[in-house]
């Protein structure tokens, strides 16, 4: 008869594999912008996420979505995933569950029979009408931190930063050596 050896513990690093703050440069995360966008963009796509679809049956995704279509109605998915910055694959997906609960209708584009026209229906607008009213107050409080004037220079500020986001495309990514 014979027995198993016992499983394995995993083998912990030795002191010299870990890291050590004196091996290499770090962020400052207090300072570096990248982060800051990023947390700040994270929780309160996770919050609205979870206050919209408890309060209104959508997410944040499809919020944005509609919240496009209000502004832009009858356009094309590819002007949707251009300007949030979202790949086909999540803008389709959330389009057809938009579609199957009857908030937009997708069309063929009457100018163009390869695209189609994507607009909110009656029952769309009427939740992206009440969806509004929350992203305004949740809006409202994350500046209240800030004067009127500070508002203006922050949304000055993005607007510019979101303007010269070419300047870092490809920097950084597997294939840049530089």
Avoid at 42 to 55: D, F, G, I, P, V
Avoid at 61 to 74: F, N, Q, V
Avoid at 82 to 104: C, Y
Avoid at 141 to 153: G, P
Wanted: proline share 7%; aromatic share 6%.
């Amino acid at each position: 008869m014979s027995s198993s050896p016992p499983p394995r513990k995993p083998r912990r690093p030795k002191p010299a594999e870990t890291a050590n703050a004196d091996s290499g440069p770090l962020l400052d995360l207090d300072r570096y912008v990248p982060a800051f966008i990023t947390f700040i963009a994270n929780k309160l796509s996770n919050s609205a996420t979870a206050y919209y679809q408890k309060n209104f049956g959508v997410n944040v995704t499809d919020w944005r979505i509609m919240s496009l279509l209000a502004i832009e109605p009858g356009i094309p998915a590819a002007r949707i995933c251009h300007v949030i910055g979202f790949d086909k694959g999540p803008v389709s997906r959330a389009l057809s569950v938009l579609q199957k609960r009857g908030l937009v209708t997708i069309r063929t584009a009457p100018d163009d029979g390869r695209t189609h026209s994507i607009s909110l229906t009656a029952k769309g607008r009427a939740i992206h009408d009440k969806v509004i009213v929350a992203a305004h107050e949740r809006e409202r409080r994350l500046l209240s931190v800030l004067k009127k004037d500070e508002r203006e220079v922050l949304i000055d500020l993005l607007r510019r930063v979101h303007g010269n986001l070419d300047a870092v495309k490809g920097v950084g990514g597997p294939r840049d050596y530089s």
